[in-house]
């Protein structure tokens, strides 16, 4: 399944007819959301979109060019979601990055059946290039625990590193703890990215 950038259709909406756009956007991927809760990706159809949305077919292909493009753009929508909330803490003191995971993991459990389908269908690409964008932007907004560690590479490995640990549980039996995947997340991820670390590079 190929799975196209997700600024493809950002650039759809430089349009006089923006907000417009952007209604129909929120509509067509409230209802690719909802679809997903009761069935696999690849059994919907555009028109079952489109009908659950409340979208004509032909705006939808104002909007994207497949329903692959539309999927990736959930998958980057639902990675803003957790990271605009969650991340700012994983930066601060270690009470406040447990915080951070305790919010991460509950945001994923409440949506599990479609953070499964997003990690688990070929979305992963599109949801770790969002991370990592929108965690080397909020690593380059304030000031950094171990400056000597560039951003671009921090961003890339804590991206996939909290990618890989969720897709791991989400693959697990639906009453795995959770408090285990926090501890994995803190241990493999938080800790060794945060804590500060007196480092010497050539």
């Known amino acids: 399944m190929r799975f196209m ?21 929120e509509a067509l991927r409230a209802g690719l959301l909802a679809l997903l809760q009761e069935q696999p990706f690849h059994q919907i159809s555009i028109r079952d979109i489109t009908k659950q949305a ?53 945001y994923v459990q409440e949506r599990r059946t479609l953070w499964k389908a997003l990690l688990t269908t070929g979305a992963a690409a599109a949801m770790r290039v969002e991370f990592t964008r929108i965690s080397a932007e909020i690593g380059q907004s304030g000031p950094r625990s171990n400056p000597w560690l560039p951003v671009s590479l921090a961003s890339s490995f804590v991206a996939a590193g909290i990618l890989e640990i969720l897709t791991w549980w989400l693959n697990q039996p639906a009453d795995y703890p959770i408090r285990n995947i926090e501890i994995f997340l803190n241990q493999l991820i938080v800790r060794p990215a945060t804590l500060p670390q007196d480092v010497n590079l050539d």
């Open 5 to 25: 950038n997700p600024t493809r259709a950002d650039q759809r909406m430089s349009r006089p007819n923006d907000a417009r756009a952007l209604r129909s956007r």
């Open 54 to 106: 409340g979208v004509s077919y032909p705006v939808f292909f104002r909007r994207y060019a497949s329903k692959e493009e539309l999927f990736a753009d959930l998958a980057a929508e639902e990675v803003r979601n957790l990271l605009t909330h969650t991340y700012p803490m994983l930066e601060q003191a270690q009470v406040h990055a447990s915080d951070g995971i305790n919010a991460m993991c509950a």
